[in-house]
């Protein structure tokens, strides 16, 4: 895909509809919705970080790791809903549109990783993930639009973190195996981007 915005089935929702019509309503920004995104993502984070000092017990952490990326993604839905829907969109839009994102990407896996006692296998999920946006946003740069194909996007990323973060509260090595399926899939999808992209140039 090379359109503008990411093709999001939830954009269509009843509820999501609901939801940013009741925010634009209120006028609460595009931005501060995307900073509560942020929030929400070092929440996750610290839950998940935090569970081998026994900080935070097991399954706890692992649920706030669960709540932090699917909230996290609520927000990414609908700063953009408030923001062209809504029609609130500011002037710093692109900006708390993209670097959020990149903000929350690298918290929850890196906290991920702190969890598993891989801090090294987080980061490496982390650098592919900020990878794939790297080539998507650089594609948008040389004016050949915004490619947002997986197999390993943002929302594919999510799915698998909390997927594996609910497999983990019964045999914690799920969580581990789920961070490497992300730095794979995530430094693929990053190649084929690059490739697509390649294609596409004159």
């Known amino acids: 895909m090379t359109e503008s915005r990411r093709p999001l089935k939830s954009r269509d929702t009843r509820w999501a509809k609901s939801l940013a019509s009741a925010l634009a309503a209120r006028r609460v920004t595009p931005n501060a919705i995307s900073v509560a995104g942020m929030v929400f993502a070092s929440i996750g984070a610290v839950g998940l970080a935090a569970t081998p000092c026994g900080c935070v017990q097991w399954t706890v952490g692992l649920l706030l790791g669960v709540a932090g990326a699917q909230l996290r993604l609520m927000c990414n ?34 906290g991920a990783g702190h969890g598993v006692g891989a801090p090294w296998l987080g980061w490496m999920a982390a650098s592919a993930a900020v990878l794939t946006a790297y080539v998507r946003a650089f594609g948008a740069s040389v004016g050949q639009g915004q490619d947002f194909c997986g ?33 794979i899939g995530a430094f693929f999808t990053t190649a084929r981007r690059v490739l697509r992209l390649y294609r596409k140039l004159p």
């Not at 943002?154 to 399926?181: D, N, S, Y």
């Open 151 to 183: 197999p390993l996007a943002k929302p594919q990323r999510m799915f698998f973190l909390t997927v594996g973060c609910l497999g983990a509260i019964a045999h914690r090595p799920v969580l581990t195996w789920t961070l490497w399926l992300i730095a």
């Open 77 to 110: 839905l609908l700063d953009g809903m408030v923001a062209v829907e809504g029609g609130l969109k500011g002037k710093a839009g692109d900006l708390f549109n993209e670097a959020p994102d990149r903000f929350a990407d690298i918290v929850l896996l890196v």
